[in-house]
């Protein structure tokens, strides 16, 4: 019992602390923003109002978007980093250079591959269920930020994998001794984590993907790699086209025939990954 208290008091306390780091440097960097507004003469100290403890600019203000949005991008990039640092130093898993040759090339490219498939049916699939999306504002408006690209595009799958797969799937094998046990309790973990019904969802099943993948090629670059240009894709095609109406896509006769396609092609780099092992 005393075990199981310990694992997921150890698991609570990793996700607390990152809700925590990025709370506070959200906080801040809206503050620094604020004061660079008004020093820049953008925002004078009468058109401000504080609600809830929140910095919030009045409407009719052209430049208070910009630097809201900078202010956010900031704080999610230093509290990436800063979790990053956090679970190095904690030794609950090491960031070494030995990181970047952990994989032959030729399973780099097929666990590549293996996320883009199951990514692409995954989102097709979740659009069925028509849920709810909170957070496609803030994507596109990080996604029109230099910061914020950064943070969603290398930063945020970086710290997602070290943290889900590399940290907590790790503690979870430890204790488990299985594989499926420490994929699954961790994808559900890593799904809850982004506190988004859609997300919810799509994160969960596809951490199952991920976690296997790392689980196989006992490499944390074979799930990084994917998740990183998948989520350069998605800023891309957001900040180019804003956000798409999925849903009606989906449902069409493209939409089953792309899930159908790509689920079959995951199937089958999945094999094949398999085999290399």
Not at 127 to 145: I, K
Not at 164 to 180: N, V
Not at 214 to 241: C, D, E, F, K, Q
Request: hydrophobic share 60%; with cysteine.
């Amino acid at each position: 019992m005393k075990k199981v208290l310990h694992l997921v008091g150890t698991i609570a306390m990793l996700v607390a602390i990152y809700y925590l780091l990025q709370a506070v440097f959200v906080i801040v960097s809206e503050f620094v923003a604020l004061g660079i507004a008004v020093c820049a003469g953008d925002v004078s100290k009468e058109v401000l109002e504080f609600v809830d403890n929140k910095v919030l600019f009045l409407k009719d203000n052209p430049f208070t978007t910009s630097y809201i949005v900078y202010a956010q991008a900031w704080g999610l990039l230093l509290s990436s980093l800063a979790m990053l640092l956090f679970i190095h130093s904690t030794g609950l898993y090491k960031l070494r250079k030995e990181l970047l040759f952990s994989i032959a090339p030729r399973r780099l490219i097929i666990s590549t591959l293996l996320v883009f498939s199951s990514m692409f049916a995954l989102n097709i699939f979740v659009q069925w269920f028509a849920l709810e999306d909170n957070l496609s504002d803030t994507f596109l408006g990080l996604s029109r930020n230099v910061v914020g690209v950064i943070g969603l595009a290398f930063f945020g799958p970086l710290l997602e994998e070290v943290l889900f797969r590399g940290a907590i799937q790790g503690l979870l094998m430890r204790y488990f001794g299985h594989p499926w046990p420490a994929i699954i309790v961790a994808a559900l973990v890593f799904g809850i984590f982004h506190l988004n019904p859609v997300q919810i969802v799509y994160a969960t099943l596809l951490g199952i993907v991920l976690g296997w993948i790392y689980y196989r090629t006992g490499s944390l670059l074979s799930v990084i790699v994917g998740h990183v240009l998948n989520n350069s894709l998605a800023v891309a095609t957001t900040a180019l086209w804003g956000a798409a109406e999925e849903e009606a896509v989906a449902n069409s006769p493209v939409g089953v025939a792309g899930f159908v396609m790509f689920a079959a092609l995951s199937v089958f780099l999945a094999v094949k990954l398999n085999k290399e092992i």
